[in-house]
Structure formats: structure tokens, C-alpha cells
């Protein structure tokens, strides 16, 4: 099994705790939709796609699991705890995954590629999924559509 696959199952078990049934539908269709739209994206830019897409699953993993602000720097670090308790990532890894996540809603702000994918994945799965964005947004993402 894949480093995805194995992240993948960890995150699943928190998921799966999810009490309310549309919120856990809501986050394993919303993560699994970040994640491969990512991973599309990556192969577009040649950029390697396996850790974004491990981003894009997991970086709203905290909105969904405790409800409340800041969940892009809380999703981090409980990215953090799922990744090291795997033992699959170098330091490095953890570090460019939970950067990513931690900026994932700064949409206004220009980072590194890793950063910008799982920006543009999380909006592009809006997207396909119907919602409605804003002007800026779909700039962002037009390339992808």
C-alpha cells in the first residue's frame, strides 16, 4: 500500500468518528475531492503529487472533527500527529504538508507550489461540486476547469 493509502486509513478512523452523518458524508466527499483534484493539478504543474494530494485530504480534517476558527493551522497539526505516528515521512515531509495545509485559506496570498496546488485543488472541488465562486477564485483556477 501507497504512503496515500496508509494516510488515508489513519485519517479515515478520525472521520469515521464523525457523530453527525451529513458532516461525515460532507468530509470524506469534500477530502477525497481536494485530494484528487490535486493530484490532477500536480501533474499538470510536474510537480510529484503524492504529497499534495495527502494535503488535500487531510486539510480540513480539524473543521470537520472539532468546529471552530483557525482550522487551517488546526488541521496542520493534526495532520502532524497523523503523519508522524505513521512513521512514512521524513521531517521535511511533515513540515511541506503541514505548510500547505496551514495556508490552504490564505487564497489572497502567493506560496510556494506545493501551497498553491491545495489552494487551487480546494477551490476546484468547490467547483466541480457546484459551488459558487467568487471572480478571483475562478481566475485562480481557470487554468484547471
Given at each position: 500500500?501507497?504512503?496515500?493509502?496508509?494516510?488515508?486509513?489513519?485519517?479515515?478512523?478520525?472521520?469515521?468518528?464523525?457523530?453527525?452523518?451529513?458532516?461525515?458524508?460532507?468530509?470524506?466527499?469534500?477530502?477525497?475531492?481536494?485530494?484528487?483534484?490535486?493530484?490532477?493539478?500536480?501533474?499538470?504543474?510536474?510537480?510529484?503529487?503524492?504529497?499534495?494530494?495527502?494535503?488535500?485530504?487531510?486539510?480540513?480534517?480539524?473543521?470537520?472533527?472539532?468546529?471552530?476558527?483557525?482550522?487551517?493551522?488546526?488541521?496542520?497539526?493534526?495532520?502532524?500527529?497523523?503523519?508522524?505516528?505513521?512513521?512514512?515521512?521524513?521531517?521535511?515531509?511533515?513540515?511541506?504538508?503541514?505548510?500547505?495545509?496551514?495556508?490552504?485559506?490564505?487564497?489572497?496570498?502567493?506560496?510556494?507550489?506545493?501551497?498553491?496546488?491545495?489552494?487551487?485543488?480546494?477551490?476546484?472541488?468547490k467547483k466541480r461540486c457546484g459551488?459558487?465562486?467568487?471572480?478571483?477564485?475562478?481566475?485562480?483556477?481557470?487554468?484547471?476547469?
Open positions: 500500500m501507497n504512503r496515500y493509502e496508509e494516510i488515508k486509513k489513519i485519517a479515515d478512523r478520525y472521520y469515521n468518528g464523525i457523530e453527525n452523518d451529513e458532516n461525515r458524508a460532507l468530509c470524506f466527499e469534500h477530502s477525497q475531492a481536494v485530494a484528487d483534484c490535486a493530484k490532477e493539478i500536480a501533474e499538470k504543474e510536474n510537480y510529484n503529487p503524492e504529497l499534495v494530494q495527502i494535503a488535500g485530504y487531510l486539510h480540513d480534517c480539524a473543521q470537520y472533527l472539532e468546529h471552530g476558527h483557525h482550522h487551517a493551522f488546526r488541521s496542520s497539526v493534526m495532520a502532524r500527529d497523523m503523519l508522524v505516528s505513521s512513521a512514512l515521512f521524513s521531517t521535511e515531509e511533515i513540515h511541506r504538508i503541514m505548510n500547505s495545509i496551514a495556508r490552504h485559506s490564505d487564497k489572497d496570498r502567493v506560496d510556494g507550489i506545493c501551497d498553491e496546488i491545495l489552494k487551487n485543488a480546494d477551490l476546484l472541488a459551488d459558487e465562486l467568487s471572480d478571483a477564485a475562478m481566475e485562480r483556477i481557470k487554468n484547471y476547469l
